[in-house]
């Protein structure tokens, strides 16, 4: 199986939600399914048949996210010396050749992205277009709306 990049923060962010999920969220759904079954007959209680939909969706994201866990390559670029080259992990200011728009993105992984959090999957076409250039290097874009063309000011190993 391929192996999946991961931030430090993102591997700690999965095994918290995963112990949620196992010694919280899953004791609650069984202690659910049993109230239910006591009301009686299974074929027409709504809450029996919603805790076990909710238990099946517990269930599948422990699954999904211990067989992240055991394909992940934790990458620390903290650990790492900060040649100026942007890769997965590192913390890049671009500005906008234009509009001089400047803004902040940290490439992770899939799991991790959050845009609102300026959190970037190494998947996504701007993570795509940064992963290899360095500081000072032109790159352009291809957005919804066209290319458009960014200057790398800042990269951190952070």
């Not at 609650?28 to 074929?43: F, M, N, P, S, T």
């Not at 650990?79 to 940290?106: L, P, Q, S």
């Not at 277009?129 to 990269?155: H, M, Q, R």
Request: aromatic letters at 4%; proline letters at 3%.
């Amino acid at each position: 199986m391929q192996q999946i990049p991961m931030t430090v923060r993102g591997v700690e962010l999965l095994r918290a939600e995963l112990n949620e999920l196992k010694t919280v969220k899953r004791p609650k759904i069984i202690a659910d399914i049993a109230v239910a079954r006591e009301h009686g007959d299974l074929k027409e209680n709504a809450e029996y048949h919603a805790a076990r939909e909710e238990q099946g969706f517990c269930e599948g994201r422990i699954q999904e996210i211990e067989a992240k866990l055991s394909n992940v390559q934790v990458i620390d670029v903290t650990k790492m010396a900060n040649n100026g080259k942007v890769i997965f992990g590192t913390t890049v200011t671009i500005v906008n050749v234009e509009t001089d728009a400047e803004v902040t993105y940290r490439i992770v992984g899939d799991d991790e992205a959050n845009i609102k959090n300026n959190l970037i999957s190494v998947n996504s076409p701007i993570a795509r277009g940064l992963v290899g250039k360095s500081v000072d290097d032109a790159v352009t874009i291809s957005t919804p709306k066209g290319n458009v063309e960014y200057e790398i000011i800042a990269v951190e190993y952070i």
